[in-house]
């Protein structure tokens, strides 16, 4: 068994290049540009939806609120009619990414953390880089990319982000789980 805290540099490495793995793959592979649909008329939608004055958050159409209002015949009806609609809302202003970048990096620390967990749990002292790769990748997949499957299952996310999503999640792994093979414990 091998403390978390004595893997802190293949965290804080893994979180480090994961960062600028995630960064390249959004910046030079041009396929999350299809990620989203555009709506149509969205200038008139946007301003529709400006006179709501929403604050951020997440919103659900038709909502119901509780199984009482689930059962009605009224709630079943607007179901029927649609649309049914997931909205995120964030307001407007300077698209500054510094806040996401740096939640995404301590995210990645966190991902090392449970990978550090999970194969300190499992193996000691002097294991083999690829006992070692197997363990904080198949973490590292899981805490990037499985989570996410359920969005397509129960939210119409699309396939095709939930896959691409999966690819990324894979190329994260992949370098979480070489970081630790290489500066794990001798």
Same mark, same amino acid.
């Given at each position: 068994?091998? #403390?978390?805290?004595?893997?802190?540099?293949?965290?804080?490495?893994?979180?480090?290049?994961?960062?600028?793995?995630?960064?390249?793959?959004?910046?030079?592979?041009?396929?999350?540009?299809?990620?989203?649909?555009?709506? #149509?008329?969205?200038?008139?939608?946007?301003?529709?939806?400006?006179?709501?004055?929403?604050?951020?958050?997440?919103?659900?159409?038709?909502?119901?609120?509780?199984?009482?209002?689930?059962?009605?015949?009224?709630?079943?009806?607007?179901?029927?009619?649609?649309?049914?609609?997931?909205?995120?809302?964030?307001?407007?202003?300077?698209?500054?990414?510094?806040?996401?970048?740096?939640?995404?990096?301590?995210?990645?620390?966190?991902?090392?953390?449970?990978?550090?967990?999970?194969?300190?749990?499992?193996?000691?002292?002097?294991?083999?880089?690829?006992?070692?790769?197997?363990?904080?990748?198949?973490?590292?997949?899981?805490?990037?990319?499985?989570?996410?499957?359920?969005?397509?299952?129960?939210?119409?996310?699309?396939?095709?982000?939930?896959?691409?999503?999966?690819?990324?999640?894979?190329?994260?792994?992949?370098?979480?789980?070489?970081?630790?093979?290489?500066?794990? #414990?001798?």
């Amino acid at each position: 068994m091998v #403390p978390v805290i004595s893997l802190w540099l293949p965290i804080l490495l893994s979180a480090v290049f994961v960062f600028i793995v995630s960064s390249l793959v959004h910046m030079v592979l041009p396929y999350h540009f299809k990620d989203f649909k555009k709506a #149509p008329e969205e200038d008139k939608l946007m301003d529709a939806l400006r006179g709501f004055n929403l604050a951020e958050g997440e919103y659900f159409m038709p909502f119901a609120g509780s199984r009482e209002v689930f059962n009605t015949p009224e709630y079943r009806e607007k179901m029927k009619k649609g649309p049914g609609v997931i909205l995120s809302v964030w307001q407007g202003g300077t698209a500054g990414m510094m806040k996401n970048l740096v939640v995404w990096f301590v995210y990645s620390l966190v991902v090392g953390v449970f990978a550090a967990y999970v194969s300190g749990r499992a193996l000691g002292t002097g294991a083999e880089y690829l006992a070692v790769f197997r363990f904080a990748g198949v973490t590292a997949f899981c805490c990037y990319t499985v989570a996410h499957w359920q969005d397509t299952i129960w939210f119409k996310r699309s396939w095709r982000r939930t896959i691409t999503g999966a690819f990324d999640g894979l190329l994260y792994a992949l370098v979480t789980a070489g970081t630790f093979g290489w500066l794990w #414990p001798r």
